[in-house]
């Protein structure tokens, strides 16, 4: 099959969830159909990413770049318009008219389209080719978690996107033949009469790269990620200032590493004597091989956890909120342990460092989890069964 696929990033390196969702997909279905990969980029693409991912995309690997001085006017733009800034950001006309050529030229039997940022896109031809939406997260429900905790002067912008969102996550919905999610709790966020109809499709993990290795242990906690992005940055903070010092009252050398790309100013200030924060990683691995317990404290956010996935495959012992393990679904006290307030989880820590054979089964039985529940070909399978529909 031709198969076009839309994405609102160049899927390599992995450093973001949205790019290794689609570099996993991608690698899955080139096997199987003959990819024409439209993505664009607010970054420079080094030659190594194009290196990664050109080989999957036979039928045509095509980028287009957004510049700061177009993205501020399409922002506008969406202002007055009444779209979500999450789309205006991405929408560029000039790429409209790169891809309609595209699409023109390689005459595609289906196209995959993932996130709804990506969506205005398509809006023109709905109806006209069959198409299938990844919705992946809800954005609406993460903007609406965002304006609760955020400062009063900034709430009723982040409501009025979170509303905005919501609206168009509903009317997106009818463009599109198949939809996509990434959890059943996620489905039952979108506000559509038919989201039952929307398909879940999870993320895997590739066990053969994320592996138990021995190590020396130099931190007692780690916890990773895009740490730009704002349900990451708040679970950090919330980590290194509300659950570390309760835990070092039992634990007093703890210390935690905070590991990932481009650092907010407000998880670099987190910076301490008992707090490293290591910035972009070549290989997270080495993070991970060298704490003991891996934290995740998330408060906000939509989605799949994939640091707890990749924690959970090198056979860490976990300890995460509700919020998160929803996604996962993992047993509590099984697989993992799930609190929710500081004081719940800094007990939930000092449990796995004071007992290590405890620690070590935990983790073993969430190694056994991951393995067994979240595979890339057999969710991505799902996916391509849709295609053929």
């Given amino acids: 099959m031709k198969l076009l696929v839309l994405l609102s990033r160049f899927p390599y390196p992995l450093d973001k969830g949205d790019k290794l969702r689609a570099f996993h997909q991608l690698r899955y279905l080139a096997r199987h159909h003959e990819i024409c990969l439209f993505a664009l980029t607010d970054e420079d693409v080094p030659q190594s990413a194009y290196e990664a991912v050109e080989p999957l995309c036979a039928g045509g690997l095509h980028v287009h770049r957004l510049r700061r001085p177009g993205i501020a006017r399409n922002m506008a733009r969406a202002l007055a318009t009444g779209r979500p800034f999450q789309v205006g950001y991405f929408y560029d006309k000039a790429a409209q008219d790169k891809l309609d050529e595209v699409r023109r030229q390689f005459q595609p039997e289906h196209i995959y389209c993932q996130l709804i940022r990506m969506a205005e896109y398509l809006r023109p031809i709905a109806g006209q080719v069959p198409m299938t939406l990844d919705y992946m997260d809800v954005f609406s429900k993460g903007m ?6 955020a400062p009063a002067w900034q709430r009723p912008v982040f409501a009025l996107e979170a509303a905005r969102l919501r609206a168009y996550e509903a009317a997106a919905f009818e463009w599109f033949r198949h939809h996509t999610i990434i959890s059943t709790q996620d489905r039952e966020l979108i506000d559509h009469p038919r989201r039952e109809d929307i398909h879940v499709v ?4 590739d066990t053969r790269f994320f592996r138990p290795v021995q190590v020396r242990k ?3 906690l780690l916890f990773c990620g895009n740490m730009s992005y704002h349900p990451n940055v708040d679970a950090a903070v919330f980590l290194a200032e509300e659950i570390l010092p309760l835990v ?3 634990h007093p050398r703890a210390r935690l590493l905070i590991a990932g790309t481009t650092p907010a100013a407000r998880v670099q200030a987190l910076a301490s004597e008992c ?10 691995r080495e993070a991970y091989a060298t704490a003991r317990v891996f934290v995740a404290p998330m408060r906000t956010g939509t989605g799949l956890q994939n640091k707890l996935l990749e924690a959970m495959a ?16 993992g047993t509590p ?9 500081a004081a719940e989880l800094a007990a939930s820590i000092s449990e796995l460092l004071s007992k290590s054979a405890h620690a070590d089964a935990l983790a073993r039985r969430g190694l056994a989890f991951v393995s067994e529940h979240y595979n890339w070909d057999a969710a991505t399978s799902r996916l391509d069964a849709l295609f053929r529909k």
Avoid: F
């Fill in 144 to 149: 609406e978690r965002r304006a609760e905790k």
């Fill in 202 to 205: 999870l993320n895997g993990i």
């Fill in 218 to 220: 130099e931190y007692e």
């Fill in 248 to 250: 070092r009252r039992a």
């Fill in 275 to 284: 707090v490293t924060i290591s910035g972009w990683l070549a290989d997270i």
């Fill in 314 to 329: 090198m056979r860490l012992p976990c300890v995460t909120t509700p919020l998160a393990n929803n996604a996962l679904r």
């Fill in 333 to 341: 006290g099984e697989h993992l342990l799930v609190a929710q307030s």
